[in-house]
């Protein structure tokens, strides 16, 4: 089984990652081990968290949906490296259910995620932008980190939380390209492609990359990184030259790639407030008919 969990590896190096490049590390780290020692010898066990909950009072309810772990659109393929996936096509089906209940005080995501793979990330952000609607605010609390492709759909709310050991960001993407060549030729193996289409083997591990399909895979990061900054600034209400600045240039930024621990985060305008889940629920019960907009823009005057 160790070539299969290589082959794992390399396929997870090709995609587009919106994930912090911490989380990236443990988990290619952790493919390595199983390619060492092969599989698990026992099923991954999750940690049996309720994807949806509802808190409810007699002054009304709030729907409460967890995502946790690595983003991922509907297979859960890091099981075998004991890492939670967070899965979008269930997360979509439960929010759409919640959205379409009148009866709620408030919705709010409940975020601890690296981020993950790009799949379904923009259409799980654009059908949270779709949803709100005066008097039931939309509320991402990261809880305890919301990173990368996380954030992404934590900026469709009406409002950023963090708690406050909580940490938000990396706005960013990358592609990792894991050239094996020289070890495979010590190892005395010689890989061969046999295809069609000029440009179908490139990028692969076997050979060094390419000027040219460096230059492509560029492209492609480029792509999905505009889409990333253009929901977080429409989310955020900033400039998208604000998304994109080097933190290290001067001037209004939202990190550049970097993570940032709560207050930091708020004074950036990356989140709107630090506050606990438990705190959140019961403002969001016992708040009154106030938007989540107008709520979050107060509260950021109030803190800056």
């Given at each position: 089984?160790?070539?299969?969990?290589?082959?794992?590896?390399?396929?997870?190096?090709?995609?587009?990652?919106?994930?912090?490049?911490?989380?990236?590390?443990?988990?290619?780290?952790?493919?390595?081990?199983?390619?060492?020692?092969?599989?698990?010898?026992?099923?991954?066990?999750k940690n049996g968290a309720a994807l949806r909950q509802e808190v409810r009072t007699t002054k009304g309810t709030v729907a409460v949906l967890s995502l946790f772990g690595s983003i991922m659109p509907r297979a859960e393929a890091l099981e075998d490296v004991s890492q939670q996936a967070a899965l979008m096509v269930p997360f979509q089906n439960a929010?759409?259910?919640?959205?379409?209940?009148?009866?709620?005080?408030?919705?709010?995501?409940?975020i601890d995620s690296p981020g993950g793979r790009?799949?379904?990330?923009?259409?799980?952000?654009?059908?949270?932008?779709?949803?709100?609607?005066?008097?039931?605010?939309?509320?991402?609390?990261?809880?305890?980190?919301?990173?990368?492709?996380a954030y992404w759909i934590a900026s469709a709310a009406d409002e950023i939380v963090?708690?406050?050991?909580?940490?938000?960001?990396?706005?960013?993407?990358?592609v990792?390209?894991?050239d094996i060549s020289e070890a495979l030729t010590a190892a005395g193996v010689r890989m061969q492609f046999v295809g069609e289409g000029?440009?179908?083997?490139?990028?692969?591990?076997f050979?060094?990359?390419?000027?040219?399909?460096?230059?492509?895979?560029?492209?492609?990061?480029?792509?999905?990184?505009?889409?990333f900054v253009a929901d977080v600034a429409k989310g955020r209400k900033v400039a998208e030259s604000v998304v994109r600045a080097d933190p290290e240039k001067g001037g209004k930024h939202f990190g550049g790639g970097r993570i940032y621990p709560a207050k930091e985060a708020v004074r950036l305008g990356m989140a709107d407030r630090v506050a606990t889940l438990d705190e959140t629920i019961s403002r969001l019960i016992g708040g009154g008919p106030r938007s989540g907009a107008r709520v979050a823009?107060?509260?950021?005057?109030?803190v800056l």
């Open positions: 089984m160790a070539h299969e969990i290589r082959r794992v590896l390399r396929a997870f190096a090709a995609q587009p990652w919106f994930m912090d490049p911490r989380k990236a590390e443990q988990i290619v780290a952790l493919l390595e081990l199983r390619a060492l020692t092969g599989p698990r010898a026992e099923p991954f066990r929010f759409r259910e919640v959205a379409s209940d009148p009866s709620l005080s408030g919705i709010i995501l409940n790009v799949d379904l990330v923009p259409e799980t952000a654009a059908m949270i932008r779709k949803s709100k609607r005066e008097g039931r605010p939309i509320v991402a609390v990261a809880n305890t980190l919301a990173a990368s492709a963090v708690t406050p050991s909580g940490e938000v960001g990396s706005i960013g993407v990358y990792l390209h894991q000029p440009r179908k083997t490139e990028g692969n591990p050979e060094p990359l390419s000027d040219e399909a460096r230059a492509a895979l560029q492209v492609n990061v480029r792509y999905f990184y505009d889409l823009a107060s509260e950021r005057r109030r």
